[in-house]
């Protein structure tokens, strides 16, 4: 079994090798370490019991913002004190030694950007700041995060007086622009436990710890 899976993270790293350049595309999974449920695992994942376009659409946002922030409050609390793990910091390796080019994530906790990413495309956006879209102001996450606490209905409002959106990207919201148009494709490795519709079209598939893996791959390179 070890031999097998060194063998995969060899291929893996003779692709990185030869490649002109290589971006990494991360989703919920590289997160799980560092505590942060994914949405989709059984018992486990946020949307287990609740409806995402209840809670988590810009309809929802608009129409219910108190339990829009219900929601997200409790989502900011999860995500409070997390730690960027192995994993993150092995793609910070891998960028630091030129191996890597981007990385181009799907999550808004910030554990890249903490771990020391540079070169990094938050496609979903970040829980960093929330925005007012009457006004455009725009609010830190600490600040938000004070103005829930201290609203009465746990909604974080502008100084305007309308309810802040965080600046993510919701069910029913375009993807950044400038964000996608920073992605490329090319050859296709896929780490993650689990099938993915990607696994037959992917030159190498490591099924393993995610941590694990990367780790293996830097030291492999």
Not at 105 to 111: E, K
Not at 118 to 123: A, G, W
Request: hydrophobic content about 40%; charged content about 25%.
């Amino acid at each position: 079994m070890a031999r097998a899976l060194d063998s995969r993270v060899e291929l893996l790293a003779g692709l990185v090798r030869d490649a002109g350049s290589v971006v990494a595309l991360t989703g919920a999974g590289i997160s799980v370490p560092s505590g942060i449920p994914d949405f989709r695992s059984p018992g486990t994942g946020l949307w287990e019991n609740v409806d995402p376009m209840a809670v988590a659409h810009i309809d929802a946002w608009r129409e219910d913002p108190e339990r829009f922030w219900h929601f997200y409050g409790n989502r900011f609390q999860t995500l409070a004190g997390k730690e960027p793990n192995g994993a993150h910091r092995a793609l910070v390796e891998l960028e630091r030694r030129g191996h890597l080019d981007a990385v181009v994530t799907q999550n808004i906790d910030m554990l890249h950007r903490r771990a020391g990413t540079r070169e990094l495309v938050e496609v979903h956006g970040t829980i960093e700041s929330s925005s007012c879209l009457a006004c455009a102001a725009r609010y830190p996450l600490a600040d938000v995060r004070e103005r829930l606490t201290h609203d009465p209905l746990s909604v974080p409002h502008c100084d305007c007086g309308e309810p802040l959106k965080p600046d993510v990207v919701l069910f029913g919201e375009w993807l950044p622009e400038d964000a996608i148009e920073r992605a490329h494709g090319g050859a296709v490795a896929v780490v993650t436990q689990g099938p993915t519709p990607w696994d037959d079209r992917a030159a190498v598939k490591l099924d393993g710890d995610v941590v694990a893996e990367l780790e293996a791959l830097v030291a492999a390179l």
